[in-house]
Every structure is written in structure tokens, then in C-alpha cells.
């Protein structure tokens, strides 16, 4: 990855070059958690994670509707790395 780019996940540099595992816990509580390599960096509510309703698995972007009649959507957030 270029250098000139850094990415945090709940304030951990994950563009250093070496693998990351991130993963996002959330819980029907309403409680949301974020994980960096197995250690729980944030915990925070699920209303600050934003819609992760829906009946497609996105990896790497963020998927909204524009129009549900006819099945237009709109995608954002893209993710600028490798996944594995």
C-alpha cells in the first residue's frame, strides 16, 4: 500500500504493511463492538455504525438505497486494501 495513505480502525494504524484482522460485533442490546487483532478497540452504539441491514453481503463498500422500486442503489466507503 502507498505510503502516503493511513487508515485507522478505532485509532489503530492498520497501514503498516502487515496483515489485520477486523471484525465488528453487534449485539441486539444495541451496543456495537469493534475488534483489531483480537482486542476490542471500541465500543460504541450501533446507531453510530450506520445501516447494516441488508439482503446482500457487501465486502469493501457501503451499500444504500435510491430506489427500492427499482432496485437502484448506490455504493460508497469503498475499501482501498487486500482482504484475505
Do not use: P
Not at 496483515?19 to 460485533?25: P, R, V
Amino acid at each position: 500500500m502507498d505510503s502516503k495513505y493511513q487508515f485507522t480502525v478505532a485509532g489503530v494504524d492498520v497501514t503498516d504493511n502487515a496483515w489485520h484482522h477486523i471484525a465488528l460485533n453487534v449485539l441486539r442490546q444495541g451496543a456495537a463492538a469493534v475488534y483489531v487483532d483480537g482486542v476490542r478497540r471500541l465500543t460504541t452504539s450501533e446507531t453510530n455504525i450506520g445501516s447494516i441491514v441488508s439482503n446482500y453481503l457487501i465486502a469493501g463498500a457501503r451499500r444504500t438505497t435510491v430506489s427500492a422500486e427499482l432496485g437502484v442503489y448506490d455504493y460508497d466507503c469503498a475499501f482501498t486494501g487486500k482482504i484475505d
